[in-house]
């Protein structure tokens, strides 16, 4: 699904739609959604909430504008607007079952896995590609573009 198909299923301000531009939103892949994190805070950890994604479309956020206010928040348009994470989050349907599956394969993954694995692996919830703690770690490399 395009980035505009999922925009046009969602409701929000056009100032909602320029933060979500210009500020610094760092998003992770996690196996209960996306991980929204606005550095553009002085308090960066603060200003950190998970965006539920479910059928290509993000439909809730933690943070507190989600609820009080009319529409989407700038967390969801953020993960709506970045179509490789959105992408991501959608394909391996991390959210659709509540990540209840993606969880058991992980719990299943660091049992059976080799004594170096990283305690924050994630990499089963990601199709193949590395997490970060894995690449970091030395464990695997980023794939060649």
């Known amino acids: 699904m395009s980035s505009n198909n999922v925009l046009s299923q969602l409701t ?14 760092e998003c992770s892949l996690t196996t209960r959604g996306v991980l929204v994190r606005n550095t553009s805070h002085a308090n960066p950890a603060d200003h950190e909430y998970l965006v539920t994604v479910r059928d290509g479309i993000p439909i809730a956020c933690e943070c507190p504008a989600d609820t009080r206010y009319e529409g989407a928040c700038k967390h969801r348009i953020g993960v709506a607007i970045r179509t490789p994470l959105l992408q991501a989050a959608t394909d391996h349907s991390l959210v659709a079952d509540g990540g209840t599956q993606i969880e058991k394969e992980a719990e299943t993954h660091v049992e059976d896995s080799d004594s170096d694995q990283p305690a924050d692996c994630d990499c089963d919830g990601l199709g193949g590609f590395p997490c970060w703690p894995c690449v970091r770690s030395g464990r695997r490399d980023l794939p060649e573009e």
């Open 12 to 25: 929000f301000t056009k100032r909602v739609a320029k933060r979500a531009q210009y500020e610094a939103l």
